[in-house]
């Protein structure tokens, strides 16, 4: 298997287990969020899918400057809607990554626009599943403060 291969694995195993934790969160509780500061569970949701189109502007070394997601001015509905429409934005990406050598991913460079701090790509590109892990980890705490049942995503 190569390194593609591999984060590509990684990061589908992450989206599939974020999934079951988004849809176990009830549509009624779509706009609640746990403060005035953070983000209601489906802008979460958003924010989590929509990474994946500047993920790839990123690693293809595209310009950021006056970056501009797809989503902008984009209603929010449901996890479905999320869903369907961030899919060919998350099918880019992973076709791109499927696209680098081994010898790229352990050798090209990537600064990330947000920090400027430079990373070999494909420990930039196991980074991106993090922050899709965070969002996991602060969604089931939106679960749990709701009370509700919260999906077992540990098997």
């Known amino acids: 298997m190569t390194q593609a291969e591999l984060i590509i694995?990684?990061?589908?195993?992450?989206?599939k287990r974020s999934i079951i934790l988004w849809k176990g969160l009830p549509d009624v509780y779509y706009t609640w969020k746990?403060?005035?500061a953070a983000m209601t569970a489906l802008e979460m949701i958003r924010h989590v899918l929509q990474a994946d189109y500047g993920w790839n502007i990123i690693?293809?070394?595209?310009?950021?400057t006056n970056y501009?997601?797809?989503?902008e001015n984009r209603p929010y509905q449901n996890l479905k809607d999320e869903l369907e429409f961030a899919e060919p934005y998350r099918q880019i990406f992973l076709e791109r990554i499927h696209l680098f050598?081994?010898?790229?991913?352990?050798?090209?460079?990537?600064?990330?626009?947000?920090?400027?701090?430079k990373k070999i790509l494909g420990k930039y590109?196991?980074?991106t599943g993090y922050h899709e892990s965070?969002?996991?980890?602060q969604f089931l705490s939106y679960l749990r403060t709701l009370g509700v049942e919260r999906p077992l995503i540990w098997y």
């Open 59 to 64: 690693i293809n070394k595209g310009d950021m």
């Open 134 to 137: 965070v969002h996991a980890g």
């Open 34 to 36: 746990p403060d005035d």
């Open 125 to 127: 590109l196991l980074r």
């Open 9 to 15: 694995s990684h990061l589908k195993e992450i989206r």
């Open 101 to 117: 050598s081994d010898i790229e991913l352990s050798t090209t460079e990537i600064i990330h626009p947000g920090n400027g701090e």
């Open 68 to 71: 501009r997601t797809p989503w």
